[in-house]
């Protein structure tokens, strides 16, 4: 299982505008749909990924705690399908079905929001403040498949607690780390080569 760390977005950064079609509902989503949430949290996931896999149900759980609170979710993936057809939007579909999921789960077809984000890994997480700058990335917690430390979505919690008390986040923050992004060929971001 090769282990990808996520790039690290500069935080300060401005939420990327993007336009996408939810594999669930088949309707297009932008960040602007999520106007008046105290935060947005966009996560890079994919359905044959062990990392993801290993986090479904914090995932699940954290975000039907948090979006009572003002919190956005979206999910995107952004993996070349051909490659690897357990990631189309008719699995997509069917994953968020069977997790029950209450988010949006985005298909990146041209891998271009991928690129904008700089993401890198699947789990990769990115959330955005009420002005919608970037002062969290990194990962869910300590937790990954091969280790003992139980999925508790502590890091990304604690972020999301500071902004629900109108505090600032911790510029303490570990990379996540998972399964690289599936690049179509000829499509590998120029980020991983500088």
Same mark, same amino acid.
């Given at each position: 299982?090769?282990?990808?760390?996520?790039?690290?977005?500069?935080?300060?950064?401005?939420?990327?505008?993007?336009?996408?079609?939810?594999?669930?509902? %088949?309707?297009?989503?932008? !960040?602007? $749909?999520?106007? /008046?949430?105290?935060?947005?949290?966009?996560?890079?996931?994919?359905?044959?990924?062990?990392?993801?896999?290993?986090?479904?149900?914090?995932? /699940?759980?954290?975000?039907?705690?948090?979006?009572?609170? %003002?919190?956005?979710?979206?999910?995107?993936?952004?993996?070349?399908?051909?490659?690897? #057809? $357990?990631?189309? #939007?008719?699995?997509?579909?069917?994953?968020?079905?069977?997790?029950?999921?209450?988010?949006?789960?985005?298909?990146?077809?041209?891998?271009?929001?991928?690129?904008?984000?700089?993401?890198?890994?699947? !789990? $990769?997480?990115?959330?955005?403040?009420?002005?919608?700058?970037?002062?969290?990335?990194?990962?869910?917690?300590?937790?990954?498949?091969?280790? $003992?430390?139980?999925?508790?979505?502590?890091?990304?919690?604690?972020?999301?607690?500071?902004?629900?008390?109108?505090?600032?986040?911790?510029?303490?923050?570990? !990379?996540?780390? /998972?399964?690289?992004?599936?690049?179509?060929?000829?499509?590998?971001?120029?980020?991983?080569?500088?």
């Amino acid at each position: 299982m090769a282990a990808t760390p996520s790039t690290m977005l500069p935080l300060g950064t401005e939420l990327p505008a993007f336009s996408l079609r939810d594999a669930v509902y %088949g309707r297009r989503v932008t !960040p602007a $749909d999520d106007r /008046g949430s105290v935060a947005i949290v966009v996560m890079f996931i994919c359905n044959h990924c062990p990392f993801v896999k290993h986090v479904l149900k914090e995932i /699940g759980r954290l975000t039907r705690e948090y979006q009572p609170k %003002g919190v956005a979710f979206v999910a995107i993936n952004s993996n070349d399908v051909a490659a690897y #057809p $357990d990631d189309s #939007p008719t699995h997509m579909q069917e994953l968020a079905e069977a997790e029950d999921w209450v988010f949006p789960f985005l298909y990146d077809g041209t891998q271009e929001v991928a690129k904008t984000f700089r993401a890198a890994c699947t !789990p $990769d997480f990115f959330v955005f403040d009420e002005e919608r700058t970037l002062v969290y990335r990194g990962q869910l917690d300590d937790s990954r498949p091969a280790n $003992d430390v139980p999925v508790t979505g502590r890091d990304l919690r604690a972020a999301l607690d500071a902004l629900n008390a109108g505090k600032s986040v911790s510029k303490e923050q570990r !990379p996540s780390v /998972g399964c690289n992004i599936k690049w179509m060929p000829g499509n590998e971001p120029d980020y991983f080569t500088r």
